[in-house]
């Protein structure tokens, strides 16, 4: 389980190579604390960075993982929060219409059947409640993830989610110039190894065959970036990345989705 759980699939703050990407994740919490209140539902707890983020305005919390390393640390943060192991969908012993507010940050792209987890999220909203949801934008992805089921254009996202909801506000997250710097640096690095990849195999192989060794080509890169540009990657921010409207050059789709 360890192992699983040092995947560069789920980001910390413990390790600088990531700071890129968990200052990014961060911010999601930070921006979903200023629309969320009442009850609320996560889906992914991941390392329970934003445990403590989104409990302090939440009447109550729940927070789900397919993974159990997390109980311990999610019952320590206060007394309404509560975590739930299990995998999604479905969203087993959840009520109908039992929560104000559903965030899920950088999980649906991982979901095999992403309109039953669309419906699941809908089902446990009370009416007007509202779904918070990232993932990463398609157009700026620079290769193939084999950990991810699926990756999502603007529309695309926008219309499984108005298969469930009534509408759908489309935000996304950008970065400033030391960020688009960081990202043109991890392109070229990224080009390096996938220039030998003749007969296109990302995208032609199947996805369980290539996620290990995605895993370490993406874990070296970091390190290579983090080791060739130590200032840039560690001073980066959360400030460094701001929402707006969703267009083709956002790193993450932010979309709030209402019931």
């Not at 413990?14 to 200023?34: G, H, P, T």
């Not at 507010?101 to 950088?106: L, N, T, Y």
């Not at 993830?145 to 935000?171: C, I």
Request: aromatic share 12%; glycine share 6%.
């Amino acid at each position: 389980m360890a192992k699983i759980l040092q995947t560069a699939e789920r980001v910390s703050h413990q390790d600088v190579s990531d700071n890129y990407v968990f200052q990014r994740s961060l911010l999601a919490y930070y921006k979903a604390a200023e629309i969320i209140s009442g009850k609320v539902l996560e889906i992914g707890t991941g390392s329970g960075y934003g445990i403590e983020i989104i409990s302090e305005k939440a009447d109550e919390f729940v927070t789900v993982d397919k993974h159990n390393e997390n109980i311990q640390l999610a019952e320590g943060e206060g007394k309404n929060v509560k975590f739930l192991q299990m995998k999604v969908p479905p969203f087993k012993g959840i009520d109908d219409e039992s929560f104000d507010f559903v965030i899920s940050f950088q999980v649906i792209e991982h979901i095999k059947n992403d309109k039953a987890f669309v419906k699941e999220v809908a089902r446990v909203l009370k009416p007007g409640g509202k779904f918070v949801v990232t993932t990463p934008n398609k157009k700026m992805s620079l290769t193939r993830n084999p950990w991810h089921v699926r990756e999502y254009l603007v529309g695309e996202l926008e219309n499984l989610l108005l298969l469930d909801f009534k509408k759908v506000e489309k935000q996304g997250v950008f970065g400033n110039e030391k960020i688009m710097d960081y990202y043109e640096r991890n392109k070229e690095g990224v080009k390096k190894f996938t220039k030998y990849d003749f007969l296109n195999l990302q995208y032609n192989m199947p996805r369980f065959l290539l996620q290990i060794p995605y895993d370490i080509l993406n874990r070296i890169n970091r390190k290579k970036l983090l080791n060739k540009n130590t200032a840039l990657v560690s001073n980066i921010t959360m400030d460094d990345y701001f929402i707006a409207p969703a267009n083709d050059t956002c790193f993450d789709l932010f979309y709030v989705a209402e019931k």
